[in-house]
């Protein structure tokens, strides 16, 4: 089993930024594809972004692109996810997920991934 704690969510202006982390414990990251995925308020889980098990790879849903970026440490334990110019509609619930296995695919439909974190609040304001 593995743990997941996201944190550095909070209130920002419109084109401002912010650094979410995914903290886990219980395992070490190192064997699990990661991912973020967003909810906002009576609207379906939505994928953001995941990253290889070794951070060689990743992918981002294209309303994201050239604006957020995932990384990993996995000396730290810790996936993050850098979000810069952030407009309204990227306000959210932001859960970060793990999928056990190295594997070169990266998923993204919420039920491939195994565990969840209890999620960090994004609001941005305009």
């Known amino acids: 089993q593995v743990q997941l704690v996201e944190s550095g969510g909070g209130l920002v202006q419109a084109g401002g930024s912010l650094r979410l982390s995914c903290a886990a414990s219980?395992?070490?990251?190192?064997?699990?594809?990661m991912a973020w995925f967003r909810q906002a308020p009576g609207k379906e889980r939505e994928f953001v972004a995941a990253?290889?098990?070794?951070?060689?790879?990743?992918v981002y849903v294209d309303s994201v692109k050239g604006r957020f970026t995932i990384s990993r440490d996995n000396a730290k334990n810790t996936v993050y996810l850098q979000m810069n110019s952030l407009a309204p509609e990227d306000t959210a619930v932001y859960f970060c997920a793990a999928r056990f296995g190295r594997y070169p695919r990266l998923p993204s439909r919420a039920t491939e991934y195994e565990y969840w974190g209890q999620g960090t609040q994004v609001t941005v304001s305009s």
């Open positions: 990253i290889t098990w070794s951070g060689g790879s990743t």
């Open positions: 219980g395992r070490t990251l190192s064997s699990y594809n």
